[in-house]
């Protein structure tokens, strides 16, 4: 509810829509920085360490890569996703005045 929705939406469930829209994207944001970092690790193990080397790895990297990688994706999420909202907030915007004018 911040930046002004509850102005541009006329109903709490507009509201609640957009609330459950963001966190299904975090969720999808989580469940592909899991994949990424997976990924990522057996990257490293196939091609960058020897096999004798794997005892090195440790589930405190796992987590610091998971958190590198969630980190970037929320950021390119935010980046991307502005042009989007504000898009979003303008059209609602034009509907109010349509609606009004009716």
């Not at 509810?1 to 944001?29: N, P």
């Not at 020897?50 to 994706?73: C, H, M, N, P, Y």
């Amino acid at each position: 509810m911040k930046r002004g929705y509850k102005k541009i939406f006329k109903t709490k469930r507009d509201c609640v829509f957009m609330k459950k829209r963001f966190q299904r994207k975090i969720l999808s944001t989580f469940a592909f920085s899991v994949v990424a970092s997976v990924l990522m690790i057996v990257h490293g193990i196939f091609l960058d360490l020897d096999f004798a080397q794997i005892k090195r790895l440790s589930l405190e990297g796992f987590a610091f890569t998971f958190v590198l990688v969630f980190i970037g994706l929320l950021i390119l999420e935010k980046i991307f996703n502005l042009e989007e909202d504000e898009e979003i907030i303008k059209i609602k915007k034009r509907l109010n005045k349509i609606e009004k004018k009716k």
